[in-house]
């Protein structure tokens, strides 16, 4: 199974940032789908998540409003368009896949991409 994530970046604050995250070696449309971040320093968190079918999905309060996540089950792809970002949001960002339930949390995540840097400037 592989992940990989891409769209990462630098951008101003204010600015807007689409990530994605290609999967292979696993049937897609039967995985739930998410999205974590690690700041330096810090733990891995959680940000966003879907479901199969697109139709659930969960954020964490601090992107609500501002993040989007989406899923093209014909491209095998999930994404994150991030908007109105802000210096707070720079990490490294981890998609995630799980074929039980919806992961919010890192012990959910059977299967993790490598990861793509977002840095938000001042």
């Known amino acids: 199974v592989q992940l990989q994530a891409s769209g990462g970046g630098s951008v101003q604050a204010g600015g807007s940032l689409r990530l994605s995250c290609a999967a292979s070696g696993l049937t897609f449309a039967t995985h739930n789908m998410g999205w974590f971040r690690q700041a330096p320093g810090k733990e891995r968190e959680f940000v966003a998540a879907?479901?199969?079918?697109?139709?659930?999905?969960f954020y964490a309060d601090s992107v609500k409003g501002r993040f989007a996540i989406s899923r093209d089950n014909a491209k095998d792809t999930v994404n994150l368009q991030m908007n109105s970002l802000k210096p707070e949001d720079t990490a490294v960002y981890y998609c995630a896949a799980s074929g039980l339930v919806i992961p919010t949390t890192e012990a959910q995540s059977r299967y993790w991409g490598q990861g793509t840097q977002v840095t938000v400037s001042s």
């Open positions: 879907m479901g199969r079918g697109g139709g659930t999905t």
